[in-house]
């Protein structure tokens, strides 16, 4: 059977307004990619201290990811497979930082970790301080882009059959060691998708970390000193690194990480 058909005058409206959006995403970020020569591109990012701010940024968002698998994880398997009183409170409260004004955000963290914050003034009595300094970078990555891994997670656990997990109880497998051997292992490739993401959506965060800790500059604070210091020319070059990784990202993300889904074919067997 030939599953072929002539596009209806609906299809071809629908696609015109879905070109209009891609080039509405497109053309900026092309525009940029070609904006400066390779010459520039290569002297602007091999300035050290883009490379500084490269790898600050880039350990910054693993140590918050690492943070958020040790924290996450647990939290997104009681939601995927345990109803409790206030299920629906939580699960908004972790979504709240995608909605909140990244810059709000900074603000809020500052009255916690700031130097006369509730945990910053006690905390820097001992000598830790969250205020110009790496341990204010992880935690601004962290609170902004906690809600990808959590929400990911929790959508890997909900697509694992229960009842694999009850076929590993009846054999003698404790609840840790079912969760261990055979939920975790099947939801792995959703969690490590939203480790990845959340871990480009740290590098790309400005807001949070600009008002709470500001130095050591990440990337994309670089990009806005050199872009408010010496102009756009200036900044270019460390834009079109940042979209270059970005791309490289999505690339490894959907490639590589996330299902594919296989094609049905006619087989032998016939219909199922």
Same mark, same amino acid.
């Given at each position: 059977?030939?599953?072929?058909?002539?596009?209806?005058? $609906?299809?071809?409206?629908?696609?015109?307004?879905?070109?209009?959006?891609?080039?509405?995403?497109?053309?900026?970020?092309?525009?940029?990619?070609?904006?400066?020569?390779?010459?520039?591109?290569?002297?602007?990012?091999?300035?050290?201290?883009?490379?500084?701010?490269?790898?600050?940024?880039?350990?910054?968002?693993?140590?918050?990811?690492?943070?958020?698998?040790?924290? %996450?994880?647990?939290?997104?398997?009681?939601?995927?497979?345990?109803?409790?009183?206030?299920?629906?409170?939580?699960?908004?409260?972790?979504?709240?930082?995608?909605?909140?004004?990244?810059?709000?955000?900074?603000?809020?963290?500052?009255?916690?970790?700031?130097?006369? %914050?509730?945990?910053?003034?006690?905390?820097?009595?001992?000598?830790?301080?969250?205020?110009?300094?790496?341990?204010?970078?992880?935690?601004? $990555?962290?609170?902004?882009?906690?809600?990808?891994?959590?929400?990911?997670?929790?959508?890997?656990?909900?697509?694992?059959?229960?009842?694999?997990? %009850?076929?590993?109880?009846?054999?003698?497998?404790?609840?840790?060691?079912?969760?261990?051997?055979?939920?975790?292992?099947?939801?792995?490739?959703?969690?490590?998708?939203?480790?990845?993401? $959340?871990?480009?959506?740290?590098?790309?965060?400005?807001?949070?970390?600009?008002?709470?800790?500001?130095?050591?500059?990440?990337?994309?604070?670089?990009?806005?000193?050199?872009?408010?210091?010496?102009?756009?020319?200036?900044?270019?070059?460390?834009?079109?690194?940042?979209?270059?990784?970005?791309?490289?990202?999505?690339?490894?993300?959907?490639?590589?990480?996330?299902?594919?889904?296989?094609?049905?074919?006619?087989?032998? %067997?016939?219909?199922?």
């Amino acid at each position: 059977m030939n599953r072929g058909r002539v596009l209806s005058r $609906m299809d071809w409206v629908f696609s015109f307004v879905g070109l209009l959006l891609l080039l509405f995403i497109l053309v900026p970020l092309v525009a940029t990619l070609f904006a400066s020569s390779p010459g520039e591109f290569i002297e602007g990012v091999a300035d050290k201290g883009v490379l500084q701010s490269l790898w600050l940024t880039f350990a910054a968002a693993s140590v918050a990811t690492l943070i958020a698998l040790v924290l %996450g994880i647990p939290l997104a398997y009681l939601l995927a497979r345990r109803e409790f009183w206030g299920k629906s409170l939580v699960q908004g409260i972790i979504d709240l930082p995608i909605i909140i004004p990244h810059t709000a955000a900074g603000v809020a963290l500052l009255m916690v970790f700031g130097r006369r %914050g509730l945990l910053g003034e006690p905390l820097a009595s001992v000598g830790m301080y969250f205020t110009e300094n790496f341990a204010g970078i992880v935690v601004a $990555m962290l609170f902004v882009s906690l809600p990808l891994l959590v929400d990911t997670a929790r959508e890997s656990f909900a697509a694992v059959d229960q009842r694999l997990e %009850g076929v590993a109880r009846t054999l003698g497998a404790s609840p840790w060691s079912a969760f261990r051997r055979v939920t975790l292992p099947l939801a792995w490739r959703g969690i490590t998708a939203g480790s990845v993401l $959340m871990w480009a959506r740290g590098i790309s965060e400005f807001g949070a970390v600009v008002i709470l800790a500001y130095n050591p500059k990440t990337i994309s604070v670089l990009v806005y000193e050199r872009f408010a210091g010496f102009g756009l020319s200036s900044a270019l070059p460390v834009t079109a690194l940042l979209l270059i990784l970005a791309l490289l990202i999505l690339v490894v993300v959907r490639a590589v990480l996330m299902p594919r889904r296989r094609k049905e074919r006619p087989g032998r %067997g016939g219909m199922r």
